[in-house]
C-alpha cells in the first residue's frame, strides 16, 4: 500500500508546482510592462546613452574636423615649398 503513496505525493508536488508557474506566467502576462521597485529605469538609462552618443559624435566630429585642417595645412605647405 505504501509503494502507491509516493508516485501520487511526487505527482501532487508537480500538480502544484505546475499551476505555480501558470499563475505567474499569467500574472506577468497581465501588466507586461508595469513598473516595480526593483525594475531598471529604461527612461534613465535611454537618456545616458543618448548623452554618450551625442559626446560620442561630437567627439569624433572634432576630429573628423582637426584631420581635415591639418591635411589642408599639409597641402598648403606642399605646395608653399613647390613655389619656393
Known amino acids: 500500500m505504501s ?7 511526487v ?16 500574472r506577468e502576462l497581465e501588466v507586461p510592462f508595469h513598473v516595480a521597485h526593483n525594475d531598471i529605469n529604461i527612461e534613465e538609462l535611454h537618456d545616458e546613452f543618448l548623452s554618450m552618443l551625442e559626446t560620442v559624435s561630437r567627439h569624433e566630429y572634432r576630429c573628423h574636423l ?18 619656393l
Do not use: D, Y
Open 66 to 83: 582637426g584631420c581635415i585642417l591639418l591635411k589642408t595645412a599639409a597641402i598648403s605647405l606642399r605646395t608653399a615649398a613647390h613655389q
Open 3 to 9: 509503494a502507491g503513496v509516493w508516485p501520487a505525493r
Open 11 to 26: 505527482l501532487a508536488f508537480m500538480c502544484c508546482m505546475a499551476m505555480f508557474a501558470l499563475n505567474e506566467v499569467a
